[in-house]
């Protein structure tokens, strides 16, 4: 499908429990949603070859990008999700950019393969954030970042220079299996956490 023809359909009014059937789609080009108001759409198993630029969207519905592929640049910065975010078994071969988003509802990225490294720097979840079993690697950060509803890193693999410095941790901090590099992922290794932690 056109990358133009995604757009126009995604700039549709939303209403409550409405979005776009697009899974399975394989995006023609790169998919600009810059600045877009949208309404929800449903993008799992979509590819992107091109990558996708959402840099300050605002995704007023659903956003399910499971097991999404980004050949391209991932770029959702400064993006806000009004509903759930999906991104379990997304493959990010190029670089993720979540820096400055902000998640409303769960962020979940769980079984998520981020190999062209991963920017979470400053974000915010009001809901809970899951990374269970998301592989990370190359330039890594999630500094400055903010979890209110607690963040979930069961099984987790971490490259060793990830930065976690400024961190904030609202709720249960679970890190049984996580990984930094060879190292278990410790609550010290957060700036912040407030709640419980398990290990």
């Not at 776009?20 to 070859?49: E, H």
């Not at 979470?120 to 400055?144: C, E, M, W």
Request: glycine residues 14%; hydrophobic residues 45%.
């Amino acid at each position: 499908m056109q990358a133009a023809e995604i757009r126009a359909r995604l700039m549709a009014t939303w209403h409550h429990g409405a979005y776009v059937d697009l899974r399975g789609v394989t995006c023609d080009g790169p998919l600009d949603l810059a600045g877009c108001t949208l309404t929800g759409v449903d993008f799992t198993g979509a590819c992107f070859p091109a990558g996708i630029d959402a840099r300050g969207a605002q995704f007023l519905g659903i956003s399910w990008f499971g097991a999404a592929q980004f050949s391209g640049t991932a770029e959702f910065s400064e993006a806000v999700f009004t509903n759930d975010a999906r991104f379990e078994g997304a493959q990010f071969n190029g670089p993720a950019r979540f820096s400055g988003a902000e998640f409303r509802g769960i962020g979940r990225f769980d079984s998520a393969v981020f190999a062209g490294g991963a920017l979470f720097s400053d974000t915010v979840a009001y809901g809970n954030f899951s990374l269970q079993q998301a592989q990370l690697a190359g330039a890594v950060s999630f500094r400055g970042a903010e979890w209110l509803g607690g963040l979930w890193c069961q099984d987790a693999a971490l490259p060793q220079t990830a930065e976690l410095n400024d961190t904030q941790v609202h709720g249960r901090l679970w890190l049984r299996g996580a990984r930094r590099a060879n190292t278990p992922l410790r609550a010290a290794d957060f700036g912040m956490a407030f709640g419980y932690t398990y290990t």
